[in-house]
Each structure stands twice: as C-alpha cells, then as structure tokens.
C-alpha cells in the first residue's frame, strides 16, 4: 500500500537555522497521524513541507507516491513547474490557526470559490456541495453570514468546509483551535473527529492532548526538528520512553 505521507530524512533550514533535522515518517491512507511537540520545534515548518509552501532541503518527501514539488528521473530530481506544484496541492487541504476566509464574502461563497475558480466547476455544481458541506459541519443555516457575522468557531468550520470543497486525499491541520476561545473548541474537534471516521487521511498539528489520545492512530512527538518517540496514543502518553516527552507530558496535561 502506497503511504500518504512518506518522509525520509527530511531536512530543512532558514539561512544558519537548522529546523528539521531528518524527520522520517509514514502516515499511510485513512489514519489520523498527530504530531506534538514543544513551540519551535518544527510542526508548522513540517507541515508546510508537504503542500510545498516550502522547500524541503533534504531527503525525500512524498505524497500518495509523488515527490513533492519534484519529479525523479534516474538519479536526478527536477524542480516541477508552478503549475506542476500547484496541480499537487491542489489535492491536499490546509486549515490553519487563523481561519483566513474571504472577508467580503458570505460563507456559501468561501465555500464554493475554490472549486470554480481553480476547477473550473458550473456555479451549480459547487454551490449544491458547498450547501452540504456547510450542513455537514454544522452551519446550513449561516450559508448567508460573513466571516464577521461568524465567531472563531463557525469561521473555523466554514474554513474545513472550505478546504473538503478541493475534495482533498489528505488534509492538514496546524493548530486549528488555538486561536479560539475555550468554549468554541469543541464543535470544531468534533467536525475533525466526524472527518477522522469517514476516512479522511489528516495530518493535525495540536495541543489538544484529548483529541490527539481519542482520534489519533498514531501520534509524533517532535523536539528541536527530529523525531523524539512515534506510536499508538497509549503507548505515548501512558508510557513515554524518553525524559523530554515525559517532561513535555507533564507541561501540557
Ligand atoms: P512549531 O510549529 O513547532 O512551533 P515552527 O515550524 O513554526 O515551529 O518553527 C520552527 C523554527 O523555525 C522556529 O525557531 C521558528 O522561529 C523558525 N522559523 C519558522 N519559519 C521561519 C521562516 N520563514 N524564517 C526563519 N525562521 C523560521
Ligand atoms: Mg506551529
């Protein structure tokens, strides 16, 4: 079976600044994979590695079989064009911490913009599943809103309904509840754990510690841009191997 994400020796620096220092990683089709870890140590920069919104500086890095931003031939690995990169990402969502919709326009629109603009869908077409995903995620009835008649959380929700519309084989998650307020959490982890049981391949980035033990298949923890411990949620946060999960552990739960 082909992994979704596959990283092996994955390196990566700004300028002297050394950020990830060999990750190797397999998140294969269906699973929920979370990675934790300390601010700094690389999750965001790890993440924008796979969408190719930046370069990886070493090692190999692929999705769903492909290179990313790379095509091999023989030995060598060519850059892939701009349309090339794009065409890739194109099959993998992003939701970030800060919920970056289209402020004039109404959530039906965040929704259905994607699929028509880099598609080329009918208007119909993308409405009808625009429609279904704001119901899906709990917001039929805010179809009409603008994200400023929405709170954090109901623009969190139209910004994952927003990235399901591209249909995605895999979906990426930075964070996306920590910016919002305790008690709008909730309803965008169980939007998130509903995709988890679908099927959805998600790749989440959290400090939710209860969402990562429940839904994850396997959890990472990251320190300093290298892989510290990987495995079942159990094993992890009921019997940490290593001083540095065991301390982080103790920070955060
Ligand atoms: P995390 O998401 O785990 O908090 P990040 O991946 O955001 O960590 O950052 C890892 C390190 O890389 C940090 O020290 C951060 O300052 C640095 N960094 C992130 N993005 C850039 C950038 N564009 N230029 C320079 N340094 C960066
Ligand atoms: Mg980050």
Redesign the pocket.
């Known amino acids: 079976m082909t992994a979704m994400v596959k990283a092996e020796g994955v390196h990566k620096s ?2 002297a ?1 050394h ?1 990830l220092r060999g990750i190797d990683l397999e998140v294969a089709p269906r699973e929920v994979f979370c990675l934790v ?10 993440l924008r590695c796979i969408n190719h919104l930046e370069r990886v500086d070493g090692g190999r890095l692929s999705v769903d079989g492909d290179l990313v931003g790379y095509r091999q031939k023989g030995d060598k690995l060519y850059e892939l064009k701009d349309s090339e990169v794009a065409a890739q990402r194109r099959d993998i969502g992003m939701v970030f911490q800060r919920f970056n919709l289209f402020p004039h326009m109404t959530a039906l629109a965040n929704v259905m913009e994607a699929p028509i603009q880099v598609k080329g869908e009918s208007k119909s077409v993308a409405r009808e599943r625009a429609e279904r995903l704001l119901d899906r995620v709990g917001l039929a009835d805010k179809a009409g809103n603008y994200p400023s008649q929405l709170s954090g959380g109901q623009q969190q929700r139209v910004a994952i309904a927003r990235a399901l519309a591209m249909e995605p084989k895999l979906m990426l998650f930075d964070e996306p509840t920590s910016a919002l307020d305790p008690e709008l959490v909730g309803d965008v982890l169980d939007v998130m754990r509903d995709l988890a049981e679908s099927g959805m391949t998600m790749v989440v ?1 959290t400090h939710e510690m209860g969402f990562a033990r429940e839904v994850s298949d396997t959890v990472l923890f ?1 320190d300093h841009g290298a892989v510290v411990e990987t495995g079942k949620p159990d094993q992890l946060f009921d019997k940490p191997e290593t001083e540095r999960l065991q301390q982080f552990l103790s920070q955060v739960l």
């Open positions: 700004y300028g600044a950020i870890g300390p601010s700094g140590s690389g999750k965001s920069t790890f980035v990251m």
